[in-house]
């Protein structure tokens, strides 16, 4: 399955962005998806997924509350809804993918097979 991200762009501290994640190729409700974010100065680090079969979502402490994942299995695009952004939330955001498995959310970058090109969100203060 490929995979491209997009949505990322320039917001004010308090603003907000929806990122999107296409599937070519493959249906997504065979796919868990999630998003990842990486700054230069840190590793790539989990933000939220969406199980591939209930859609059991979770979310890193950093966005819980502020950010929400969803499926259209329709369309095949995973949605990030990102509210009250803070200037720490700036990142270029991935979407990743894997295929199947138990109908949990995975969290670690190993559980994902494909990967999107990225999108930038500078969030600025």
């Known amino acids: 399955v490929q995979l491209q991200a997009s949505g990322g762009g320039l917001v004010q501290a308090g603003g907000s962005l929806s990122l999107s994640c296409a599937s070519s190729?493959?249906?997504?409700?065979?796919?868990?998806v999630a998003w990842f974010r990486q700054t230069p100065e840190k590793e790539r680090e989990f933000v939220a997924a969406i199980s591939w079969s209930s859609g059991r979502v979770n979310y890193a402490d950093s966005v819980k509350g502020r950010f929400t994942i969803t499926k259209n299995n329709d369309k095949n695009i995973v949605y990030l809804q990102m509210n009250s952004l803070k200037p720490e939330d700036t990142a270029v955001y991935y979407c990743?993918?894997?295929?199947?498995?138990?109908?949990?959310?995975?969290?670690?970058?190993?559980?994902?097979?494909?990967w999107g090109q990225g999108t930038l969100v500078t969030v600025s203060s």
């Open positions: 190729g493959r249906t997504f409700s065979d796919y868990g």
């Open positions: 990743a993918a894997r295929f199947r498995g138990l109908d949990v959310v995975y969290h670690e970058r190993s559980n994902y097979h494909y």
